[in-house]
Nanobody
Framework: QVQLVESGGGLVQAGGSLRLSCAAS????????MDWYRQAPGKQREWVAT???????NYADSVKGRFTISRDNAKNTVSLQMNSLKLEDTGVYYC????????WGQGTQVTVSS
């Protein structure tokens, strides 16, 4: 079993920045993928960014150039630096790990205000 705990959410004005973190614990042999998803009110959960154990990263077009995902394989952590936040970035952000089963964190709220 793997447990994921997110932190770093909060309220920020448009144009501001936030940094989310996710720590994995438990029986971990190998986490192939760690990524972030988000869910806005009334919308489906959507993929935001991925970091693989090999070091590659990918981003949704909506966040490319504004968000940066980083991963520490030794510590089993993944972070999401979010800059130039927009109102539409508001939502609950979830950390996901593929190890190889899929695990989800409980989510952390990000609210961007005008």
């Amino acid at each position: 079993q793997v447990q994921l705990v997110e932190s770093g959410g909060g309220l920020v004005q448009a144009g501001g920045s936030l940094r989310l973190s996710c720590a994995a614990s438990g029986t971990i042999f190998s986490i192939n993928i760690m990524d972030w998803y988000r869910q806005a009110p009334g919308k489906q959960r959507e993929w935001v960014a991925t970091a693989t154990s090999a070091g590659s990263t990918n981003y949704a077009d909506s966040v490319k150039g504004r968000f940066t995902i980083s991963r520490d394989n030794a510590k089993n952590t993944v972070s999401l630096q979010m800059n130039s936040l927009k109102l539409e970035d508001t939502g609950v952000y979830y950390c996901r790990a593929v190890a190889p089963r899929v695990y989800w964190g409980q989510g952390t709220q990000v609210t961007v205000s005008s």
